[in-house]
């Protein structure tokens, strides 16, 4: 699919929530409606106390500007609530938030650019971010991308809001490996010039829905290059609608790439047992280490003579996240349009299931890696 996305369109269609301000400053107030403006909320605006309690309490954000600061003496206490003004040296400032027991006070417009982030936050319900997974091959052909979406599946199908995002953009394309190429929604090209912030809920509702997921991956045109910027703003975009995000990355570092890594909560590498593989991992290894400080390794078997999972992680020095059997049939079920790990029996699938269960046991995060050993899964 052609054309362009922005941020602030996206933003806007995911607004779910309403701001109060608090001002009877016309110059405060047209700064404050032009940063609500900016990530994609539309504000209730008041010079006082709002008429009914309901209104004071239900506002996901309250931006009081220091001239109606007195106005909300006595007014019960809650959070949420920024004091916002223009003077650095106005010390009665301090004073005033202790008084109507403000989170935080912000001076504009230094604080423009955060504030912005914090109203996009509220407008959108912003709670627990995604546990994000990132699946790097060792070598070329490794079975890196085959074992994202099969993560992502095996999320999706517990009942976990899942977002699979395609990295690689030589890689051919995850919709074609989940069957679903012909599918309509927005890919890459479309968001290769957001900037800034992107609306969550207005991303997921924009992507293709393959196997009760969201997916966002290349289309069939020409090759496009994303902006680490339209990287970062994405992915975070992802994030923040919670859940599970699965990122399929290519095994060359590029800028784009190193925003993904600066983001994930875990990367997982895979190796088939073999030494060429085990060579090209080291180098995999170094450029990913650097960005990413929890990387654990995934043995593709069967092991070659000599070697097994555990001794092959200890080569690349990485923990051990599981190994991965040879799984019969598996090449001819993609062929026929299954998604990798939609055969719940078969090896990728159960490695898949045991790993959600051990890295979503607390809640959503993920258990430090145990030595060599890793998450045994």
Sequence with gaps: MTGSITSERLAAEGQQGRPLIVTEDEGLLDDLLRLCAAAGAEPEVTHGMPATRAGWESAPLVLVGDDAAHRLRGAARRAGVLLVGRDLDDHDIWRQAVAIGADQVLFLPDAESWLVDRIADAAEGVGRQALTLGVVGG???????????????????????????????????LDVLLGGEGTGGLRWPAFAQSRGRVGSGALEEALPELHSLRVLSWDRGDAVVIPPEAMRSVLAAARRRGGVVVVDLPRRVDDAVAEALAQLDLGLLVVPSELRAIA??????????????????????????GLDAEEIARLLDLPLAGELPPEDGLVGALGSGAPPGSGVRGPLARFCSEFWAQALADGGGIPPADGQGGVAV
């Design 139 to 173: 070598r070329g052909g490794a079975g890196a991308s085959t074992l994202a979406c099969a993560l992502a599946v095996t999320a999706a199908r517990a009942g976990r809001r899942t977002i699979l995002i395609d990295g690689d953009p030589l890689g051919g394309g």
């Design 280 to 305: 090209a991992a080291h180098r995999v290894t170094a450029a990913v280490g650097m960005l990413l400080k929890d990387l654990r390794a995934v043995v593709r078997g069967p092991c070659a003579p």
